[in-house]
């Protein structure tokens, strides 16, 4: 049975010119997320987020530094929840 992991990672919320908001992660390379509000950018980016650390784990890829520090010694679980902080850009 799988655990699940608890773990954050910082995410960065800007408005695009054209409209809507565009997440970014310098803690989860790869993540990209666009959405309408910051809300639903949210979601997504927690979506992705998710996907690219169960990628990890699935494929025996390296977890990004600030998940393995998360992880310590339980390195080997196979399913991630992570709550994340954004800051909303002005």
Known sequence: ?????????????????????LAT???LQGLIAQGRTVAETMEIAQDVARKLIESCLEHGDPLPP?????LGHKQRKTSA??????????
Do not use: F, H, N, W
């Not at 600030?66 to 998360?70: E, F, G």
């Open 25 to 27: 992660s310098e803690d």
């Open 66 to 70: 600030k998940v393995t520090a998360a």
């Open 81 to 90: 929840k992570i709550p994340v902080g954004i800051s909303v850009g002005a």
């Open 1 to 21: 049975m799988s655990e699940i992991l608890r773990t954050c990672a910082t995410i960065q919320i800007e408005p695009l010119e054209e409209g809507g908001y």
